[in-house]
């Protein structure tokens, strides 16, 4: 059994904005903590733009990688890979942005290395 992980939609802590908890209310992470000198608020502003980012990747990571697989499919579907010559040009074009979304489908479902 996969352990699965704190339910969506992510949303930060009433309490903090560097804090982040998930749709249950448990405390999924909290960003900061060190000792930012060189910043004018000791790293603060930082901390609440990472958790904001956290929570903007993984609130939309399911419909992005929904909307990939449905461009995917649409590219199959439509024949825009077909290796006919006077549009070359266009379907290697195609075939690049296949790649790129089956790559981005990957990294999206197995996380970073």
Known sequence: MTTQHTPTPWRHDPNTRSHVVGANGRS???????????SPDNGVGEDQANADFSIQAVNSHDALLVAL??????????????????HHDR???????????????????????
Do not use: P
Request: charged share 25%; with cysteine.
């Open 69 to 86: 697989r449905e461009v995917h499919l649409a590219i199959i579907k439509e024949g825009l890979l077909e290796n006919d010559m006077a």
């Open 91 to 113: 379907c290697l074009e195609w075939r690049i942005l296949k790649q790129k979304i089956i790559n981005a489908i990957k990294l999206a479902k197995e996380g970073a290395a």
């Open 28 to 38: 999924v992470a909290s960003f900061g903590g060190y000792a930012n000198t060189v």
